[in-house]
């Protein structure tokens, strides 16, 4: 089971954490991925960190963005910051298999969180 908080509205160049709660399987076995999904657009993979820690960007929020982990926590963290008005979206974190590498695919990931929205203004 995956849990997200963190979400809310922020004004352009500010910054944000959204974190995702795992039960302490899930955090220990397998690898997390963060995805966004903005009205009306597909939902498209921000990055992912896997068991091990190695961590993966999308080229869009390569250098505002950082996954870090907390496993005495079981917990993920997705920190923004220079947010820009496009980064306004759903965000979901969800879990992979731990024996696969870090994937931006959506169909490679079998646990989903509910999602929580952040709101960047203008």
């Known amino acids: 089971q995956l849990v997200e908080s963190g979400g809310g509205l922020v004004q352009a160049g500010g910054s944000l954490t959204v974190s995702c709660a795992a039960s302490?399987?899930?955090?220990?076995?397998?690898?997390i991925g963060w995805f966004r999904q903005a009205p009306g657009k597909e939902r498209e993979c921000v990055g992912s960190?896997?068991?091990?820690?190695?961590?993966d960007y999308v080229d869009s929020v390569k250098g505002r963005f950082t996954i870090s982990r907390d496993n005495a926590k079981n917990t993920v963290h997705l920190h923004m910051n220079n947010l820009k008005p496009e980064d306004t979206a759903l965000y979901y974190c969800?879990?992979?298999?731990?024996?696969?590498?870090?994937?931006?695919?959506?169909?490679?990931?079998?646990?989903w969180g509910q999602g929580t929205q952040v709101t960047v203004s203008s």
């Open positions: 960190i896997r068991w091990t820690g190695y961590v």
């Open positions: 969800a879990a992979s298999p731990g024996s696969r590498s870090n994937s931006r695919d959506a169909r490679d990931y079998v646990i």
């Open positions: 302490e399987r899930t955090s220990s076995n397998y690898n």
